[in-house]
């Protein structure tokens, strides 16, 4: 069945750093989503990208999907300590396969 | 998520006991899926309902049971066939190629 991969799974940020968090599947995806959850929240939904090579941003956050539909990337910039938490990537369609997240923590 | 409900927040479960935890969304959206969360982990699929009267199993459905009599409603029972069932178990609507929303979850510990 689908996979998909998230690394790193951890990311310590100093902050008003960027860094980059990926997404692989083992599979050809027809979408793929980013979540967002909170320490001790649920997940919120960030984006969907649905085009190969699509790009797209919000702010300081600038998510790619790779022209195979195989991989996509969340790059921030500037990181705040607003941008604590776990950042997932999803999927497919019905049947979503959420990868392991990478966590976030920044210092101030 | 404005829009699911789960309840309770918190359950204890005793050993050979069931629990039921509760779904219940106003989104009018067809698909309903329940999820578990382990610490430091992802979201692993335990059953998905794209239609009312119709669910399927997902990837971790073994010591679980799910109904879906009522659009609104996807509540899901945890049996004592399970044996590790101290999660945080979330309930999401919508999908297909459409963003999912969560409810707030249920945190599951045994007794």
């Known amino acids: 069945g689908q996979q998909v991969m998230q690394i790193p799974q951890y990311q310590h940020v100093q902050e008003g750093e960027d860094f980059t968090t990926y997404c692989n599947s083992s599979t050809t995806l027809s979408n793929i989503q980013w979540y967002k959850q909170r320490p001790g929240g649920h997940p919120v939904f960030l984006i969907q990208l649905v085009k190969s090579g699509e790009v797209k941003k919000q702010k300081r956050l600038t998510f790619q999907f790779g022209e195979a539909k195989k991989n996509s990337s969340l790059h921030i910039t500037a990181t705040q300590t607003t941008d604590v938490g776990t950042y997932f990537c999803a999927g497919d369609d019905y049947k979503l396969s959420f990868g392991a997240g990478t966590t976030v923590t920044v210092r101030a | 998520d404005g829009g699911i409900t789960q309840s309770p927040k918190y359950l204890f479960r005793k050993e050979g006991q069931n629990v039921t935890l509760s779904c219940e969304q106003n989104l009018n959206h067809d698909a309903m899926y329940w999820y578990r969360q382990d610490p430091g982990q992802g979201l692993r699929l335990i059953y998905y309902?794209?239609?009312?009267?119709?669910?399927q199993k997902g990837d971790i459905a073994e010591g679980y049971s799910v109904s879906r009599e009522k659009k609104e409603s996807f509540p899901l029972t945890v049996t004592s066939a399970q044996k590790n069932p101290t999660a945080f178990y979330l309930c999401a609507s919508g999908g297909g190629n459409q963003p999912q929303h969560f409810g707030d979850g249920t945190r599951l510990s045994i007794l």
């Open positions: 309902s794209q239609i009312v009267n119709d669910f």
